[in-house]
């Protein structure tokens, strides 16, 4: 199974702050037909994570232009900029490119 | 809109068996297979398979052969996952989502204790 290693585990913010988060694949994510199936989501407490960007840097329907995805290969960062509180909970990378699909093990993001 | 419905949480007994079921609305069921996922308390998240929803076809993860069945009722549009012979080791939120990954039930909490 192709390892997802995000970092950092947690990461204390400043409301108004800018952070990224790493996610780096064990294998190349891109698929044989060109595309690269890397997405992030967040987690809020109690509840189902939802999508914010889709193969490596496509924001999701009504998702805020502070959230940006970028990366290539086996290296790709999420930056979120203006931090808002709604943006706190947990953040996970997704690989949907190999069988089975794989997700990080998450980032928290909370208020220094 | 796009939704996905489950059921709500369970309590049961080492041993026994739970049916989730995650009802979709607004989008033709048939178009989009279904995933299942499981999330243990504070951990990550774990794919457990997919099932297509056109055919019923099901593919399951290694981890999640034997005691983990998916079906379908599409006049309903809903899918169901069926754990039997409850262990402790299956207490966890388990959520279903749509074919991309794209929208996810509420998800449900199935406690497991003697």
């Known amino acids: 199974d192709v390892l997802m290693t995000q970092t950092p585990v947690s990461l204390p913010v400043s409301l108004g702050g800018q952070v990224s988060i790493s996610c780096r694949s064990s294998?190349?994510?891109?698929?044989?037909?060109?595309?690269?199936?890397l997405h992030w989501y967040l987690q809020k407490p109690g509840q189902s994570p939802q999508l914010l960007i889709y193969r490596v840097s496509n924001r999701f329907s009504g998702v805020p232009d502070r959230f940006s995805g970028s990366g290539s290969g086996t290296d790709f960062t999420l930056k979120i900029s203006r931090v808002e509180p709604e943006d706190l909970g947990v953040y996970y990378c997704l690989q949907s490119t190999h069988f089975p699909p794989t997700f990080g093990s998450g980032t928290k993001l909370e208020i220094k | 809109q796009i939704q996905l419905v489950q059921s709500g949480p369970e309590v049961k007994k080492p041993g026994e068996s739970v049916k989730i079921s995650c009802k979709a609305s607004g989008y033709t069921f048939t178009q989009a297979g279904m995933q299942w996922l499981k999330q243990a308390q504070g951990k990550s998240l774990k794919w457990m398979g997919w099932i297509n929803t056109n055919t019923g076809k099901t593919t399951y993860a290694a981890d999640f052969t034997g005691r983990f069945v998916f079906s379908l009722e599409t006049s309903a549009s809903t899918a169901y996952l069926q754990i039997t012979n409850l262990k402790n080791e299956d207490m966890a939120t388990y959520f279903c989502?749509?074919?991309?990954?794209?929208?996810w039930g509420q998800g449900v909490m199935v406690t497991v204790s003697s």
């Open positions: 989502a749509r074919w991309g990954f794209d929208y």
């Open positions: 294998q190349s994510l891109v698929h044989s037909d060109g595309n690269t199936y």
